[in-house]
């Protein structure tokens, strides 16, 4: 799975990376965030068929036909092998497909004395995406929620030893595809979710400080030994 993550890049350096034309979050909002958690409000881009848009999503997807948005709490992540086919997803896997910035992410590797958090970042600290989806939904008062879900997948060789799922990061060809909501064929878009090449990924031990949510400083980044 992957329940929190790290977006820590300036905010225009995302515009530039993402080719951000429209933005609903301003510099002003922004904040670096060493500690990303689930049913936080979450730096996202989608495409509405024209530009590529900057805001924010509530991490963990509410479906449309959705109930009670606390269904969101168990929807963090997405299965990308059965994505296009669970009720909760298949709509946004056609239609509503957006990317989730990150400069790293956090896994938990078990052993003999406990859970070890670690992180797992690209060489250069270079900063990527995940694939995500997303929705909205609205409340029987009429507030309207829109919020999203990370994709994972089989882990490659670097996650093998610390986790059996990983995030699904796209590279830069792959986001301009998934992205654009022109495209629904679900065979091409299947093709994109994919592990990660491994031979660019870098993991390493961190501090169990990055088990609360509350601690979202730069030191959380900082390698153990």
């Not at 090449?197 to 390493?204: C, I, Q, T």
């Amino acid at each position: 799975m992957c329940g929190r993550f790290a977006l820590y890049a300036d905010y225009g350096a995302l515009l530039e990376r993402f080719e951000i034309e429209e933005a609903a979050l301003d510099q002003a909002s922004y904040e670096e965030n060493y500690n990303v958690a689930p049913s936080q409000q979450i730096v996202a881009v989608i495409n509405d068929g024209e530009r590529n848009r900057l805001g924010t999503l509530r991490w963990g997807l509410i479906p449309s036909w959705a109930k009670d948005e606390k269904i969101g709490y168990k929807m963090i992540n997405a299965r990308a092998e059965t994505a296009a086919e669970k009720p909760s997803f298949r709509s946004a896997f056609k239609k509503k497909r957006c990317l989730i910035p990150a400069n790293a992410f956090y896994e938990w590797k078990k052993g003999q004395d406990g859970k070890t958090p670690m992180l797992i970042h690209l060489e250069g600290d270079e900063l990527f995406a995940f694939a995500g989806l997303w929705e909205s939904w609205e409340s029987p008062e009429g507030e309207v929620v829109h919020s999203c879900t990370i994709l994972t997948t089989q882990p490659n060789a670097v996650m093998a030893d610390i986790h059996d799922r990983m995030p699904v990061i796209l590279d830069k060809e792959a986001e301009k595809t998934w992205l654009d909501p022109n495209v629904q064929d679900p065979e091409l878009l299947q093709k994109l979710i994919k592990p990660y090449e491994a031979e660019v990924l870098e993991a390493y031990e961190v501090s169990s400080a990055v088990n609360s949510p509350k601690n979202k400083g730069q030191e959380l980044i900082r390698k153990i030994g």
